[in-house]
């Protein structure tokens, strides 16, 4: 007996152990269950209820009808007195008696039977008020037990990001894009330069062009060969 004890605390424990690692993994599951599992002993209650009711009025009519034989007897036993039928009325009053033993124990039962029904109906209402209560704390559980592993999953992310890393590589991103923005103006600058050589070398073939002709007519009218003379 001792073996056989010990691994039924074994089995206990291991069990115990199981719904613990349960609880602390999934409480929502937990909490979930536990309304479910009130409900399942609220049913089995009300039905319980149901049936001992049912008992209760069966009790209730037969004593009701023994109480009715009773006084269906008695009233025979005044009748057969009132017509000095004495023989008849011991027999009814016989009869009553015999009645009466049925009443008394119609009426055991009976009160045996409505306080055990209700102790039952005590019983559903308690359970029912534990099911109100469980499915009224039900939400704000859940909610509660949400928002803690929320918080949780926030402090890991907190614990496992390196705020002074991730700020160094925002640091080399933004230099590597002002080079690339530095780049992009030196290039604007060089194609506008390219441009403004090429203007100018146009605008000094322009002014070179004037010099040689103001240049030609000088030396003309020098020489007496004034454009208008060799008109």
């Given at each position: 007996?001792?073996?056989?004890?010990?691994?039924?605390?074994?089995?206990?424990?291991?069990?115990?152990?199981?719904?613990?690692?349960?609880?602390?993994?999934?409480?929502?599951?937990?909490?979930?269950?536990?309304?479910?599992?009130?409900?399942?002993?609220?049913?089995?209650?009300?039905?319980?209820?149901?049936?001992?009711?049912?008992?209760?009025?069966?009790?209730?009519?037969?004593?009701?009808?023994?109480?009715?034989?009773?006084?269906?007897?008695?009233?025979?036993?005044?009748?057969?007195?009132?017509?000095?039928?004495?023989?008849?009325?011991?027999?009814?009053?016989?009869?009553?008696?015999?009645?009466?033993?049925?009443?008394?124990?119609?009426?055991?039962?009976?009160?045996?039977?409505?306080?055990?029904?209700?102790?039952?109906?005590?019983?559903?209402?308690?359970?029912?008020?534990?099911?109100?209560?469980?499915?009224?704390?039900?939400?704000?559980?859940?909610?509660?037990?949400?928002?803690?592993?929320?918080?949780?999953?926030?402090?890991?992310?907190?614990?496992?990001?390196?705020?002074?890393?991730?700020?160094?590589?925002?640091?080399?991103?933004?230099?590597?894009?002002?080079?690339?923005?530095?780049?992009?103006?030196?290039?604007?600058?060089?194609?506008?330069?390219?441009?403004?050589?090429?203007?100018?070398?146009?605008?000094?073939?322009?002014?070179?062009?004037?010099?040689?002709?103001?240049?030609?007519?000088?030396?003309?009218?020098?020489n007496g060969n004034s454009p208008e003379n060799n008109k």
């Amino acid at each position: 007996m001792g073996i056989f004890n010990r691994l039924g605390d074994l089995v206990k424990a291991n069990a115990n152990d199981a719904i613990d690692r349960m609880e602390e993994k999934n409480p929502e599951k937990m909490v979930k269950q536990i309304v479910i599992d009130l409900q399942k002993e609220v049913n089995k209650a009300t039905q319980n209820l149901g049936k001992a009711k049912a008992n209760e009025r069966l009790a209730k009519v037969k004593y009701d009808n023994a109480l009715k034989i009773s006084q269906d007897w008695e009233n025979k036993a005044k009748t057969a007195l009132s017509q000095g039928n004495q023989e008849l009325a011991k027999e009814a009053i016989s009869r009553k008696v015999k009645a009466d033993e049925d009443v008394a124990s119609y009426k055991s039962m009976y009160d045996s039977i409505s306080a055990q029904t209700n102790e039952i109906e005590e019983q559903v209402n308690t359970l029912k008020a534990k099911l109100d209560e469980a499915k009224s704390r039900q939400s704000m559980l859940i909610a509660r037990s949400q928002m803690a592993d929320t918080k949780k999953n926030i402090a890991k992310s907190q614990g496992n990001f390196d705020g002074s890393s991730a700020l160094e590589k925002f640091n080399r991103m933004e230099e590597k894009i002002i080079q690339k923005e530095a780049e992009a103006d030196a290039f604007s600058e060089i194609a506008s330069g390219a441009d403004t050589d090429l203007n100018d070398a146009f605008v000094q073939l322009e002014s070179d062009s004037k010099v040689e002709a103001e240049m030609a007519r000088l030396m003309a009218e020098m020489n007496g060969n004034s454009p208008e003379n060799n008109k």
